[in-house]
């Protein structure tokens, strides 16, 4: 609908204009800096991509990389004023770290972004499904999720490790977590240990291992380029909010991993959270719990404690189950889980825009309202009191639910 409105401001922009007569220069658009909207010279392109078909979201089996490539390819072609693709880096294996950029179209370079990334463990499948599934909704239904494009821009990287991804995916290999960079005779660095923070203080884990941190901090071409990104966010002032997608305890955890530091917008973070998890409940059934991420890992190097470091306000580590194979079809678990993922970030992200607005600084975090205040878009998001009802189903109050969560969110402090 938008890209309708689209064209015929384009064309009485132009009809309005003074266009450059044919022997003078015609002026370049710069896209690959800020490539989300530029008025009166793409035109002939819009109106020839037009005609493009919306791809389909494969939903029966997971995604790789070649399959993930052509989805965005034919996105971008068919939605060229929503989607633009960037390579943020080129892995070992050669391949691509493909970064989305999604905008609603306004051409405001200052709007606040929404970083969200999956695939950053070779073997968590599922969540560069969902990723898929989250740049899909966004974009194919950009008009019933108007309020999550309206005051940002969302930066999805669908797959952070493909060549671990690749690996573990044909190889058969559910257990491969790292990436396929060599490091003295074996292969491959846990991107998740491997960001430049507490970086290899707590484990001691030798080249062989899953847990192998890389031979210094950001001695990898993936987490290289993704903590430049988040700087990049910061030092540009556009940092908000920050998703990474893992497997596989379900859970909706806050920093800190490394230690029991706590921040001033932990209440803030904990509600985000709640609200979130009490959201997926109403819809599925399923629990997410959210947390404090110190007591499960208590690791260093990881994208979620470095995010926090480099200064982005809101940030979240939403860990989705894997496949029990035995207790459902591969199509049923990923048709469930995209729906499932998409519900828990889209109300993370709208939790987000309700509690702490993107227009200020970080130093205004807020705690979150405590009347219980409702979404500004009560269509689609969950009052934030809609948690008694859902924490009622467990035969708890409310309250008492709350006060539980809490107590174990300190007692790992
Ligand atoms: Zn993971």
Redesign the pocket.
């Known amino acids: 609908m938008w890209r309708v409105v689209c064209l015929l401001f384009c064309i009485a922009v132009a009809a309005a204009m003074d266009l450059p007569k044919p022997d003078e220069a015609t002026p370049t658009v710069d896209w690959a800096d800020e490539p989300t909207f530029t008025l009166g010279l793409q035109d002939e392109t819009e109106l020839d991509l037009e005609d493009e078909p919306t791809p389909t979201l494969n939903l029966e089996d997971f995604y790789g990389y070649n399959g993930m490539m052509e989805y965005l390819r034919n996105l971008s072609q068919a939605y060229c004023c929503t989607v633009t693709r960037q390579s943020l880096t080129t892995t070992y294996e050669n391949r691509s770290v493909e970064l989305v950029k999604i905008s609603d179209g306004q051409g405001r370079s200052e709007k606040k972004v929404i970083l969200l990334d999956a695939g950053?463990?070779g073997?968590?499948w599922i969540?560069t499904t969902v990723a898929l599934k989250i740049v899909h909704e966004l974009v194919v239904n950009q008009d019933a999720h108007a309020r999550l494009l309206e005051s940002c821009d969302w930066y999805v990287l669908p797959m952070v490790n493909p060549d671990g991804y690749e690996y573990s995916l044909v190889q058969k290999l559910k257990l491969w977590?790292k990436n396929r960079s060599p490091h003295g005779g074996q292969y491959g660095t846990n991107l998740?240990r491997n960001y430049d923070t507490h970086w290899n203080l707590t484990e001691d884990a030798p080249t062989h291992s899953q847990y192998y941190p890389g031979s210094s901090a950001f001695s990898e071409l993936e987490t290289l380029a993704v903590g430049g990104l988040m700087r990049d966010l910061v030092e540009t002032k556009r940092e908000f909010l920050y998703i990474?997608?893992?497997?596989?305890n379900k859970s909706i955890f806050y920093p800190s991993v490394f230690d029991t530091k706590t921040g001033k917008a932990d209440g803030l973070l904990h509600a985000i959270a709640q609200l979130a998890s009490a959201a997926i409940f109403e819809k599925t059934r399923s629990v997410y719990v959210p947390s404090l991420a110190y007591g499960y890992d208590g690791v260093g190097g990881t994208s979620l404690d470095y995010a926090y470091e480099v200064g982005i306000p809101l940030l979240f580590?939403f860990?989705m189950p894997e496949m029990r194979a035995e207790a459902e079809s591969k199509t049923t678990f990923i048709t469930h889980q995209a729906m499932e993922g998409w519900e828990g970030v889209m109300h993370l992200a709208l939790g987000a825009l309700e509690m702490y607005s993107p227009s200020k600084s970080s130093s205004n975090t807020t705690n979150p309202p405590s009347d219980g205040s409702k979404h500004a878009n009560s269509t689609c998001a969950p009052a934030t009191n809609d948690a008694p009802s859902v924490f009622g189903s467990f035969g708890l109050p409310a309250a008492t639910f709350s006060a539980l969560l809490a107590y174990l969110a300190l007692a790992v402090i």
């Not at 990474?244 to 596989?248: A, C, F, G, I």
Request: glycine residues 0%; without cysteine.
């Open positions: 950053t463990h073997n968590e969540t977590q998740n990474t997608l893992h497997t596989e580590a860990e």
